[in-house]
């Protein structure tokens, strides 16, 4: 599935359940966006602030992509998800975000 801040809310619905799914993210808007993203699926967790912190930083974000995307992270991390990384084409990023099993 293609990562728009417009499909956001159905990708937002499917981490809250937590299903595994898997995206195509503009690499502008993604971790790579100067630099190649891993060949082979990769983690990279954010920064590690405290979690309280997550949230002045998720309140500075804007509707762009870049800033939707940002919240997709923080999201993620704070259910105890995880998200990996990989590249998928000269301007893409695969992006799979799984859930622990119970």
Do not use: H
């Not at 937590?18 to 990769?42: G, H, M, Q, Y």
Request: proline share 9%; hydrophobic share 35%; with cysteine.
């Amino acid at each position: 599935m293609e990562f728009t801040p417009k499909n956001y809310p159905e990708i937002r619905t499917a981490c809250t359940e937590k299903c595994n799914i898997e995206l195509e993210v503009d690499r502008s808007i993604s971790p790579f966006a100067s630099t190649d993203a891993p060949a082979t699926w990769t983690e990279y967790p954010p920064l590690k602030l405290p979690t309280p912190r997550w949230s002045e930083i998720f309140a500075q974000t804007d509707n762009t992509a870049s800033g939707t995307f940002i919240r997709l992270i923080l999201d993620v991390y704070k259910a105890r998800g995880a998200m990996y990384f990989k590249k998928i084409g000269q301007n893409s990023v695969g992006v799979k975000i799984t859930w622990p099993a119970n």
